[in-house]
């Protein structure tokens, strides 16, 4: 199992739907968790950070982690085309590294 | 400055040349990191430096790349003798020490031709 795992996608939801994006992660990775949205030609852009059990909202988006059963997800309500991007997942690997997912790309429709 | 400065943004480089790519991270942040994205592809880790050294250089791709970081602050990606499959965009981050995530810059973007 890869330490960090996306589906790659691409997810379709349309406007103003409620978009969700999942992570799964290995025990390798600790517990700390980050969702970052890449636009098209552009670099990576730190959107949410989750260290503890259960959800954290922060304006259209919350993230949820769950240790148990070794998910973080990413919700966005309201969804607008602009929110159409690569999301990435990345975990904390202890010392200093990060590890990323492939990202999961999102598609609004308007 | 404000945010993490990269140049050149663009680089286009005849096949078997040095190229040289500068990170200046965010003030005050003490680790660094260069990552590579090859078109449609995640990120590749390359280097992270914490302070001026480099505790992690497993991820560079071959003894053609090389980096270097002084004074805490500018960093340098050089990779010599490149290839065409060197072409790819290396983004540079920085962030404080710890798992508070990191504030990536605008990446150059290098083409072997």
């Known amino acids: 199992q890869k330490e960090v795992e996306q589906n790659s996608g691409p997810l379709s939801v349309p406007e103003g739907a409620i978009a969700s994006l999942n992570c799964t992660y290995s025990?390798?990775?600790?517990?700390?968790f980050f969702w970052y949205r890449q636009y098209s030609g552009k670099s990576p852009e730190l959107i949410m950070s989750?260290?503890?059990?259960g959800d954290k909202e922060d304006g259209r988006f919350t993230a949820q982690l769950n240790k148990a059963s070794q998910y973080v997800s990413l919700l966005i309500r309201d969804s607008q085309p602009s929110d159409s991007a690569t999301y990435l997942c990345a975990a904390w690997a202890g010392t200093y590294k990060y590890i990323f997912g492939t990202g999961t790309r999102l598609k609004v429709l308007a | 400055g404000a945010g993490v400065s990269q140049s050149p943004s663009n680089k286009v480089t005849e096949k078997g040349k040095d190229v040289e790519l500068r990170c200046d991270p965010i003030s005050g942040h003490t680790a660094l990191y260069w990552y590579r994205q090859s078109l449609g592809q995640g990120l590749e880790f390359l280097i992270y430096f914490q302070g001026n050294s480099a505790p992690d250089k497993s991820g560079l791709p071959s003894d053609r790349f090389s980096a270097e970081r002084t004074g805490g602050s500018v960093s340098t990606l050089t990779i010599q003798r490149t290839q065409q499959e060197d072409s790819a965009v290396y983004l540079c981050a920085s962030g404080p020490t710890g798992f508070y995530g990191y504030t990536f810059g605008s990446g150059t973007r290098l083409t072997v031709v």
């Open positions: 989750i260290y503890s059990n």
């Open positions: 025990d390798r990775v600790s517990q700390s």
